[in-house]
């Protein structure tokens, strides 16, 4: 066993030192040539979209230009025309024209070509199709002499940026996208405030039971149906032998409470009269006057009880066949609650129905207290409701409010009355009312759907190349109609993405890296 042992360690000592040897002797592989790097530039007319790729450029050396044309009537990509690219010597002389070829697919160009020779060079992409024709200025460009200074300037030109989203030029051709300029506009001043609908004052009404009873009706009021004015929504039949409520009991309770004061007043004569002739003393003569002392006030008050209920009855909508109280509707409106059930009993001032109107709301927006002074001014409102795409404006009739803060959220309450008869605000809907006022004040804006929103604060995509795109967290100024006023985060020209941001957003998520590259 030891010898088994000693034989394979040589070996393996062996092989070892022939490996070393061979990997010594093996001749040195050659250095993977260095990767030339690809530039790229984006151009818009009023027209076209230019995004161009392209390697450093040598003098006559051939470059493949890969173009990429997208019409901005519609962000579409362009299907015919052949571009061709001019180079014009900045120290003069005739252009170099490099022709190029139909598309390969939609959008794609290849312009293919020898450059010219070395030197500084204006140069211009013109495509020309049927009923379009176009003309790029890309600038000034360099034409090196040698590929090593060419790629030299190319590296140093290029900046990486790592916030930098990625989106290719196919999904935005097919999915659908769409950019604008940030523009210059003149916007009217407003305040954001929170606000919420309410109902109108003396728009809301409870019918309640005016006496104990059991409730009836030949058909039973739902939640949402609309009621009239005086409208009879059910009746109430008071509880017999319980307390009197019937008016047979209350008549009853007079009757008795007369004849007892009659009773009380012959007594009193009869003893006064007894007295006259010393029949009887004094004292049963007060007791007598007692009695009717007290039978007085029993009678006044089952007089006022029999009273009571008569003018209740009456008030309630008058007296219908039977003993029954009928229950009217004090105002026109929609029930918001119904309580009543058929055949159950109630105790007097149980709630029934709440009736609120809704073809008139009130709006009520909490001003901050800063921008208080302004409310003053108000010459229109808008609305944002959560899950609408645009604006509401409304037209309030009367704006008014108490002059008082609001002790718990410490803003003024602002009372607009706004006619709802088409019945598109609900009452309790909450909302972001803007207050406009007459100042009007110049600032960079952008559609409204370009501004997105996360965690609360709003940002846009910025277009800043034809693949390339930066989230900006924005500053908004104002709000007028389909317009966003920005204080800070974008700058007049540049342009800011209206349609496609969910797939900016989702390349952005993904960190920019497409499935697969160009194939050109």
């Known amino acids: 066993m030891k010898k088994i042992m000693t034989r394979t360690w040589r070996l393996a000592l062996c092989l070892a030192a022939v490996a070393w040897i061979a990997a010594c002797t093996r001749p040195a592989e050659a250095p993977a040539p260095a990767e030339i790097p690809t530039l790229d530039v984006t151009s818009w007319t009023d027209k076209t979209e230019l995004f161009m790729e392209y390697p450093p450029l040598v003098a006559g050396e051939e470059a493949l230009f890969a173009v990429h044309l997208t019409r901005l009537s519609d962000f579409s990509a362009m299907t015919t025309g052949r571009p061709s690219l001019e180079f014009t010597p900045e120290s003069g002389g ?11 697919r939609p959008g794609v160009y290849r312009v293919l070509g020898a450059a010219p020779p070395a030197g500084r060079y204006r140069w211009q992409l013109v495509i020309e199709t049927p009923d379009l024709t176009d003309r790029h200025d890309l600038g000034a460009v ?7 200074a060419a790629v030299a300037d190319a590296e140093g030109s290029i900046e990486e940026d790592p916030a930098a989203i990625t989106y290719l030029k196919e999904p935005q051709w097919t999915i659908g996208f769409g950019t604008v300029t940030v523009q210059d506009a003149e916007l009217r001043q407003g305040i954001r405030v929170p606000a919420i609908i309410e109902p109108l004052t003396g728009g809301e009404a409870i019918v309640s039971a005016p006496a104990d009873g059991r409730f009836v009706t030949g058909q039973l009021l739902a939640v949402g149906d609309r009621v009239t004015a005086g409208q009879e929504v059910g009746r109430i039949q008071p509880r017999l032998g319980e307390g009197g409520a019937d008016r047979a009991s209350l008549a009853a309770a007079v009757i008795e409470a007369q004849a007892s004061l009659d009773a009380a007043r012959l007594d009193l004569a009869r003893a006064e009269r007894l007295l006259a002739e010393r029949a009887v003393p004094a004292r049963r003569v007060e007791e007598a006057q007692r009695l009717v002392r007290i039978a007085e006030p029993r009678l006044a008050a089952a007089q006022a009880r029999l009273s009571q209920r008569d003018e209740t009855w009456t ?8 003993n029954s109280f009928v229950l009217r509707a004090p105002i026109a409106g929609r029930l918001a609650e119904v309580h009543a059930a058929l055949g159950a009993s109630y105790d007097e001032g149980a709630p029934l129905f709440r009736i609120i109107r809704t073809d008139r709301v009130e709006l009520q927006a909490h001003v901050p207290a800063s921008d208080a002074p302004l409310s003053g001014e108000v010459t229109d409102l808008a609305l944002e409701i959560a899950g609408r795409p645009d604006l509401m404006f409304i037209k309030a009739d009367h704006m008014h409010d108490a002059g008082v803060l609001d002790p718990a959220t410490h803003a003024l309450p602002v009372q607009f009355d706004v006619d709802n008869r088409n019945g598109q605000l609900l009452i309790g809907q909450t909302a972001i009312a803007i207050l406009y006022t007459g100042a009007r004040q110049r600032m960079p804006a952008v559609p409204k759907a370009a501004v997105l929103t996360e965690a609360g604060r709003p940002y846009v995509f910025v277009q800043t190349g034809g693949e390339s795109f930066a989230r900006r967290f924005i500053e908004i100024a104002a709000r007028d109609g389909d317009l966003v006023g920005i204080r800070a985060g974008v700058a007049l020209g540049e342009r800011v993405v209206t349609r496609g941001a969910y797939e900016v957003q989702l390349a952005s998520a993904a960190g920019g890296l497409p499935a697969e590259g160009h194939v050109h």
Do not use: M
């Not at 005739?94 to 390969?104: F, I, N, R």
């Open 94 to 104: 005739a252009p170099a024209t490099l022709p190029g070829a139909e598309p390969s």
């Open 142 to 148: 360099t034409i090196f002499a040698d590929q090593a």
């Open 315 to 322: 008030s309630g909508g008058g007296v219908a066949a039977g």
